[in-house]
């Protein structure tokens, strides 16, 4: 877990500058109180309690004056690229692969969003990295596995807010690929496959897969798994469903399939996922 990186509770002092600056490495900034104006590419926000913001590798970050954020309290969570790149461990590489997750992670044009969290949902957004933030402070036996499981809860919460994406996809002229994620999105509790979203977007199989390919890195399988991993990460620690129905519910109709796919893109078997998320 080295490579990724946490701030604590840092605003006013820490993410934003007064001067605009890019950084290398994706972060998520929550902001528990508001005050003041941030900048990210060429659009500015005032910044409110419950603001979440998404931001993609390279994206100029800015504030709105040299007071900039003084009154505003938050989070910020900063992991870099190289933990989604082929050689870092296996669970990592479910982010770079996860559509609703499109913008934060590869980016479109300006990379970045804002995202706004329910005042019912606050509360657990800041136990969920409070409880991040101890885990790297203290490094006790096991943060690794414990850190991991609270950074894919919290992103599991940023993909449900995000689930304008694909709005935003259509608003970027991406028109095709909003098509995609939202099939994907609609279905991908059934047996889909490559020729299904195909037919669903009158295109070919092989037009979509050089499209989709070409505009996120992934294959239109690749999208469709992770969404369903996705879903079968939550299930595991938020319910009690055995591992059987939890593959089955998300459109996986063989068990043992199922579990070495999960444990093929995170390293531990789903039982070992609700365990960890559990702790």
């Known amino acids: 877990m080295g490579a990724m990186r946490l701030g604590r509770k840092l605003f006013p002092s820490g993410l934003p500058q007064a001067h605009a600056h890019a950084h290398d490495f994706l972060a998520l900034a929550y902001f528990e109180r508001g005050g003041g104006l941030i900048r990210l590419g060429d659009r500015e926000w005032q910044v409110e309690a419950g603001d979440a913001y998404v931001i993609a590798p390279g994206e100029v970050v800015g504030v709105g004056d040299a007071s900039g954020l003084e009154e505003a309290e938050g989070w910020g969570v900063f992991f870099p690229p190289a933990v989604l790149g082929l050689q870092a461990p296996g669970a990592f590489l479910s982010w770079r692969a996860h559509p609703l997750l499109f913008p934060f992670v590869r980016g479109t044009a300006g990379g970045a969003q804002r995202l706004r969290v329910p005042p019912a949902d606050r509360p657990l957004w800041s136990e969920r990295v409070t409880a991040l933030d101890l885990e790297l402070r203290q490094r006790q036996d096991g943060y690794r596995e414990a850190v991991l499981a609270h950074l894919t809860l919290l992103l599991v919460n940023v993909s449900r807010l995000a689930a304008d994406v694909v709005d935003d996809l259509r608003l970027k002229d991406e028109p095709l690929l909003a098509d995609v994620f939202s099939f994907i999105e609609e279905h991908y509790r059934e047996r889909i496959s490559l020729k299904d979203v195909a037919w669903a977007v009158s ?75 559990r702790s």
């Not at 499209?211 to 938020?238: D, M, P, S, Y």
Request: hydrophobic share 35%.
């Open 203 to 277: 295109r070919s199989p092989g037009h979509l897969t050089t499209v989709v390919g070409c505009k996120t890195g992934r294959t239109v399988q690749a999208w469709i798994a992770e969404r369903r991993l996705a879903e079968a990460r939550r299930l595991l620690v938020e319910t009690d469903l055995g591992v059987e129905e939890v593959g089955r519910s998300v459109g996986y109709a063989d068990p043992g399939y199922f579990v070495r796919s999960f444990r093929s893109a995170h390293g531990v078997t789903p039982l070992g996922w609700r365990r960890i998320g």
